[in-house]
Nanobody
């Protein structure tokens, strides 16, 4: 299984970035997908998650209204659109996959992780 994340970079506060994660080696439509982030010197936390079908989403309070998670199962891709970025959003962002049944929407105990992509927001 491989999760390949891309799209990180340097952006000014107030700007936007789109992170993309493409999966291989798994049946993508059977996995809840999540984006996590780890700021320097801090723990990794969940930013956003999306269920198997894409009908349900979850966001951390700190990003609600600014970030949007979406997925395209046919392309095995999950995207995190980040708008109105703040310096506090600076972190390494990871995508993750968790096998789940159709009625479930787990937010922890992810099975697979990508390599991470760095997002730096300058003030």
């Amino acid at each position: 299984v491989q999760l390949q994340a891309s799209g990180g970079g340097l952006v000014q506060a107030g700007g936007s970035l789109s992170l993309s994660c493409t999966a291989s080696g798994l049946t993508f439509s059977r996995y809840t997908m999540g984006w996590f982030r780890q700021p320097p010197g801090r723990e990794r936390t969940l930013v956003a998650a999306i269920n198997r079908s894409g009908a349900r989403t979850h966001y951390a309070d700190s990003v609600k209204g600014r970030f949007t998670i979406s997925r395209e199962n046919a392309k095995k891709t999950v995207v995190l659109q980040m708008n109105s970025l703040e310096p506090e959003d600076t972190a390494v962002y990871y995508c993750a996959a968790r096998h789940s049944i159709s009625s479930d929407f787990p937010l922890d105990k992810y099975d697979y992780w990508g390599q991470g992509t760095l997002v730096t927001v300058s003030s």
